[in-house]
């Protein structure tokens, strides 16, 4: 199968996003509220918010592909269990490691609990798995694009704009009428898996694309103002504004698949280059379920983003992740007995 660069380039921007994000994010909470380091962590966090939808909406895109010939059997037989067995491994490492880090003797209890519920980033396992169980069913609509348009409607509206309006507002009563429908299906990641299928099967005209670049840009805008104002409002942080949901998050999502998919597939890449970037979307996979290892490693020998100037920190420690990331998972998907961890 011939490769689409612009889609390993998204996935690659989507890991180190997702890397930036829980350096920035580490210390968020623990500046004081409305300092410049507080600001310029609230800065980064808001930039890179689009991490877990670009990977939804990239697994969308192939997985619900009607082209693509995936039975219940290869979900079963394929793809679950490659996630299973990634979860499996590194909970059991983070589990064992933070144990130990944590609790002068092995905590039986605490261990077995943080086997079974994951590390704080494993929860995306858990919901990818659950796409996957309902991805027989998706591709069938996927056959239609009038179903498909409509589903993504219902999606953004009661996945993205009535939630926010209702915790911003504080409309209990409005929230409490529309739970009275039972509308779970239109709810989560759904909404971002068929829309990467959408996006990445169906032409977009250049007039909508602009539309969708400026949104994008006043979306990242708004995560950062927004997360400000109601958290000095609030006296205290405020993610109300970085949930993947929001609108303004899925604004920026959609726009830089949109421009990956048009903008940057345009770039003219040499075969050394293409080599490179394809070595690094294979290890993606494994760079998002390692890399965490290295920020707890980073923090335990003391090097903290607050204890240097945070402009330059946080950027520079994202990058000294990703890079041991991809090293650890390069060399593991190169070992036989292990390549099927990452």
Request: glycine content about 4%.
């Amino acid at each position: 199968m011939k490769r689409i660069i612009y889609v390993d380039l998204l996935r690659i921007t989507a890991t180190f996003s997702v890397v930036l994000l829980h350096v920035a994010a580490g210390n968020w909470s623990n500046a004081a509220l409305g300092t410049f380091e507080w600001n310029v962590f609230n800065f980064y966090d808001s930039m890179v918010r689009f991490g877990v939808p670009i990977f939804v909406m990239i697994s969308g895109m192939f997985l619900l592909n009607p082209d693509k010939n995936i039975s219940c059997r290869d979900i079963y037989l394929k793809y679950i269990p490659r996630v299973a067995i990634a979860f499996i491994v590194w909970s059991f490492l983070y589990a064992l490691y933070t144990n130990v880090s944590n609790y002068d003797t092995f905590n039986r209890e605490v261990f077995i609990k943080s086997f079974v519920f994951g590390h704080y980033h494993l929860w995306y396992l858990y919901m990818i798995t659950s796409l996957y169980i309902f991805t027989p069913v998706l591709r069938k609509m996927a056959e239609d694009k009038e179903s498909t348009k409509y589903f993504i409607f219902l999606s953004v509206i009661f996945t993205s704009v009535l939630p926010i309006i209702i915790k911003v507002f504080n409309l209990v009563d409005l929230d409490l009428f529309i739970k009275k429908f039972h509308l779970p299906f239109t709810f989560g990641y759904v909404g971002y898996y068929i829309g990467g299928y959408y996006l990445g099967k169906y032409e977009i005209s250049k007039s909508c694309r602009n539309i969708f670049y400026v949104t994008g840009v006043l979306g990242v805008i708004c995560t950062y103002a927004f997360t400000n104002i109601i958290s000095m409002r609030a006296g205290k942080a405020d993610s109300t504004f970085y949930s993947y949901f929001a609108p303004n998050v899925a604004a920026a999502s959609i726009a830089l698949f949109l421009f990956f998919k048009y903008e940057v597939s345009m770039i003219g890449f040499n075969k050394n280059t293409v080599k490179i970037i394809s070595i690094l979307s294979d290890s993606s996979f494994g760079i998002y379920l390692i890399h965490d290892f290295f920020n707890m490693l980073m923090l335990k020998a003391g090097i903290d983003t607050l204890n240097y100037n945070v402009v330059l920190s946080v950027p520079l420690a994202a990058v000294t992740i990703f890079a041991a990331s991809f090293a650890a998972s390069f060399i593991i998907g190169k070992i036989p007995l292990l390549k099927r961890m990452v």
